[in-house]
T-cell receptor, first 110, second 114 residues
Framework: GEDVEQSLFLSVREGDSSVINCTYT??????LYWYKQEPGAGLQLLTY?????DMKQDQRLTVLLNKKDKHLSLRIADTQTGDSAIYFC??????????FGGGTRLMVKP | DAGVIQSPRHEVTEMGQEVTLRCKPI?????LFWYRQTMMRGLELLIY????????DSGMPEDRFSAKMPNASFSTLKIQPSEPRDSAVYFC????????????FGQGTRLTVV
């Protein structure tokens, strides 16, 4: 079945760029997503990319998709302490079901 | 729309008791998902429904877990009897097949079984 993997933890300094990486296995994925979960809250969609795109930019967020390698990344420019959260990568596979990675905990040090 | 609404937000119960978690999806959404989140196992899909029909319940851990969706605006996840290892945050999410089909999540129910 589908599998989505992420590193568990990332620590950066405020003002630096953060890059969160994700790999997936389902080559038929049509959409790939990045969700953010703040403490005590549910997951909220940050951004998404359609599988025929290589890159999508949205303010401080840049999503890169390498479909050949099945690799997705999220770059956050000028990372702020408010960006500290868990970031989940997800892919849409068969049956409209989203498969989530385990989440990457981003810690931003002042 | 108020988004996906889950209740209760927090539930503390004793081992062996029945627990019922509730979810109201976003109006017009035709998919509903139940997830469980723990530190050890991350986010796990338990079951999902399409048009009120269960499609895949392979993630339901055991027979103690059951889920129903009697109509398009309500779903329950029941655990009977509950055990301490069921302690987790349970999320409900809904989505619509059209568009980018993003899933909208509720705030979650934090379940503690003592």
């Amino acid at each position: 079945g589908e599998d989505v993997e992420q590193s568990l933890f990332l620590s950066v300094r405020e003002g630096d760029s953060s890059v969160i990486n994700c790999t997936y296995t389902d080559s038929s994925s049509t959409y790939l997503y990045w969700y953010k979960q703040e403490p005590g809250a549910g997951l909220q969609l940050l951004t998404y990319i359609f599988s025929n795109m290589d890159m999508k930019q949205d303010q401080r967020l840049t999503v890169l998709l390498n479909k050949k390698d099945k690799h997705l990344s999220l770059r956050i420019a000028d990372t702020q302490t408010g960006d500290s959260a868990i970031y989940f990568c997800a892919e849409r596979g068969a049956g409209n079901m989203l498969t989530f990675g385990g989440g990457t905990r981003l810690m931003v040090k002042p | 729309d108020a988004g996906v609404i889950q209740s209760p937000r927090h539930e503390v119960t004793e081992m062996g008791q029945e627990v019922t978690l509730r979810c109201k999806p976003i109006s017009g959404h035709d998919y509903l998902f139940w997830y469980r989140q723990t530190m050890m196992r991350g986010l796990e899909l338990l079951i999902y429904f399409n048009n009120n029909v269960p499609i895949d319940d392979s993630g339901m851990p055991e027979d103690r877990f059951s889920a129903k969706m009697p109509n398009a605006s309500f779903s329950t996840l029941k655990i009977q009897p509950s055990e301490p290892r069921d302690s987790a945050v349970y999320f409900c999410a809904s989505s619509y097949r059209g568009g980018n089909t993003e899933a909208f999540f509720g705030q979650g129910t934090r379940l503690t079984v003592v």
